[in-house]
């Protein structure tokens, strides 16, 4: 089915990239031949569009990528007979979401200053953008706290509502959330740096986010650890024992 045809409410939502949906074709494609491949993707297209019927409205925030090519993988996840583990799949799905950190730590290593400094820029920005959304659209990402310690190169903020999450929570697929947030660990490593985050919204009261590079005296006292879930997670190291 084209996207054009996709019977959805194009005042209230948006349609999933050209990104998310050759990801989920080159996943279909791995697992199964042409013509089953072909059927599940149009039940994957339905089952997308039946999630929209209750959702919030969201087309209209600037980033919609975000929200609802998430929705596509929930709906891939949830159409596929056969279940794949999802680390089989999470490059997949990082390339889907944020394979251009791949080409952006090329240029950029947060470990410099000046770059550092930048992404600070960068991620004030989003916040600041995301801050007035939620005054039109309260189902979107509401921020929490938003700080940057120059001197020592820590870009600190947070999530308190993320719609992934609450996505998740509704339609009982939370141990799929993973391979969303999962990415963020995996891009920043990409631009030399380390995510430090104890909790998501689906875990906790809060999406946490602490962004230095990765030769920062900070980064070395804490590791990543793959929850029963598939999580990954930032754990002080001289809290794990054995």
């Known amino acids: 089915m084209r996207e054009r045809d996709l019977p959805i409410d194009r005042t209230r939502h948006a349609v999933y990239t050209k990104r998310a949906k050759r990801c989920v074709k080159r996943l279909l494609r791995r697992y199964y031949d042409g013509k089953r491949a072909d059927a599940l993707w149009e039940q994957i297209q339905l089952r997308y569009c039946e999630y929209l019927e209750d959702e919030p409205a969201l087309g209209g925030v600037r980033n919609t990528i975000s929200i609802y090519d998430p929705i596509l993988i929930f709906a891939w996840y949830a159409v596929i007979p056969d279940k794949p583990e999802l680390e089989e ?91 969303m947030c999962n990415c963020d660990h995996l891009a920043m490593q990409k631009l030399h740096a380390s995510l430090i985050r104890q909790g998501t919204c689906a875990t906790s009261a809060c999406c946490d986010y602490c962004i230095v590079g990765d030769r920062n005296p900070l980064a070395k006292e804490y590791t990543l650890v793959r929850t029963e879930n598939g999580l990954l997670v930032s754990v002080k190291r001289d809290t794990i024992h054995g």
Request: charged share 20%; hydrophobic share 45%.
């Open 89 to 179: 799949v999470q490059a997949d799905i990082y390339d889907c979401f944020m394979g251009s950190f791949s080409i952006l730590g090329k240029v950029f290593n947060l470990n410099r200053r000046w770059d550092n400094r930048l992404a600070a820029w960068v991620f004030r920005l989003a916040n600041d953008i995301r801050v007035k959304e939620i005054e039109t659209f309260p189902a979107s990402f509401r921020m929490g706290s938003f700080s940057y310690d120059r001197e020592n190169g820590q870009i600190c903020y947070s999530f308190t509502q993320c719609p992934n999450a609450a996505f998740a929570r509704r339609h009982h697929m939370v141990d799929v959330l993973p391979l």
